[in-house]
């Protein structure tokens, strides 16, 4: 999984990547929409099934850093089907406001008819949004959190810097994202899996190989560890580290705007 | 790395769980929605974080105590006296004997108190929708017998065990397995007391209701 870790863009001549192709960067939005809807009505199972369930302590361990409390105001970027949007939702509890927050409207309505079903209505607004163009305030947020999404949006220092304008001075961005194995031993098996077996699950059970396909290759193609902590640096953050899950099949990144 | 998400996820998943099999139970607990609450286990400084919403509870195991207002009520209790914050009467007593302290929002701890006092956590309720009731009570009664079993050959090691030590002093394992093996039985007998403890009153129950 080598990178090239002297450029940090994601666009070169008007280029970009969408997994493993080479594709103009305003056809990837639209390629990655197709993705998740397509994906949308099987996603909460899918990542059951494709992670063991683990993909639930990953995302347990990024509230558990994220500092929330009653009150605050928290944007889940990004936020699909809404699992951290449910967490959180309980945590600020009825004074504060978390804004689920995503490009696409199957992913959204997925979200939004699940979390109803949960009963968390009160506190919880839907809001359809590019993350590198958002539509919300300066300072606004506490806290900022994108699950699995960077590795989706074709220009990840937009995104970046959109976030660190929306945050409040103080608040805080997790990113949790798929990243790269410490072991090269791991980093085999979880090769194997991701290419021959997650395609064939996806197969299996939502009858889309080819979306499964995509996942595999735009983890591989994602920034490593110190790659997009060196992006966060020069979108603005500061104290910004991260912490390996899994061996860094996963990893946390977190950094604050002061 | 992951453990204490990992026990929170089987804590969370089992808690409602159970409510949502016993509807009356959750209701129990509708007072509380909105709220959270935080208990931290003394001495250990073990947090455990609920947060309640109409139709479950999240239990969270932060890494460390939340400050006091990240959540309504914070409570911090010695664990020798955690069982005793269930009657509301005895809380006075307990923060007297500094085992108890509270900060911020009372109601809430009160609320869960009373939600507590309402819930009767039962293996047959929660086997019964699951396995149905005439297995079920084949289940229950074939585990009492197995725990009387279990009990009695705990008991035959250890004195198998005991003597043996007595009489194979070369053999003698430092003094500080034996306690700790000790204290392992003692636990373990303390343990298949309270399961036949409660396999009896499950029983009880059942002839009560005329099964
Ligand atoms: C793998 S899902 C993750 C969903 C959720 N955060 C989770 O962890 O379960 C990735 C999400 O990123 C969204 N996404 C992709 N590109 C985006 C962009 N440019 N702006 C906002 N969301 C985007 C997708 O629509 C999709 O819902």
Known sequence: ?258 | MLWRQCLAECLSLGTNHVLNLEPEQRIAFSALSGTSLQVVLLPVEFPIALYFSDKAIDIQLPPEPLVDDAVDCTVKVALSALDKIRDTSQLTALIKADKLDIQGDLSVLQKLSSAMQQVSFSWESLLIPLLGESFTAQLLNFHEARFAEFKQSVEAVQITLAEGLVEEKKLIAPAIFVADYCDEVSQLRVDTDRFQARLKRFEQQRETNGE
């Open chain 1, 1 to 258: 999984m080598s990178q090239d870790t002297t450029s940090n863009s994601d666009v070169t001549d008007g280029k970009t990547h969408f997994g493993f192709q080479t594709v103009a960067a305003e056809q990837k939005e639209a390629m990655v929409a197709k993705v998740f809807d397509s994906v949308a009505a099987k996603y909460d199972i899918m990542n059951d099934v494709m992670s063991l369930g683990i993909h639930r302590l990953w995302k347990r361990y990024t509230i558990d850093m994220a500092g929330a409390r009653k009150g605050m105001q928290v944007l889940d970027l990004a936020g699909g089907t809404g699992d951290l949007t449910a967490k959180f939702s309980r945590i600020v509890g009825p004074t504060g406001k978390v804004v689920l927050s995503d490009i696409n409207p199957s992913m959204l309505e997925v979200g939004k008819d699940k979390l109803r079903d949960q009963g968390l209505v009160q506190n919880i607004e839907y809001v359809e949004a590019n993350a590198e163009d958002l539509p919300f305030a300066d300072d606004q947020f506490d806290i900022v959190t994108m699950a699995f999404g960077l590795r989706n949006v074709t220009n990840k220092d937009n995104a970046l810097a959109s976030i660190y304008r929306v945050l409040k001075p103080g608040g805080r961005l997790l990113v949790l994202e798929f990243s790269k194995p410490i072991h090269s031993g791991l980093a085999k098996v979880y090769d194997a899996y991701s290419f021959h077996l997650l395609p064939k699950m996806g197969e299996l059970v939502a009858n889309d190989a080819e979306s499964y396909q995509y996942l595999a290759e735009s983890i591989r193609m994602h920034p490593d560890q110190e790659t997009l902590a060196q992006m966060m640096r020069e979108a603005g953050f500061d104290s910004v580290d991260y912490t390996n899950l899994s061996g860094g099949i996963v990893a946390l990144h977190k950094g604050f705007k002061f």
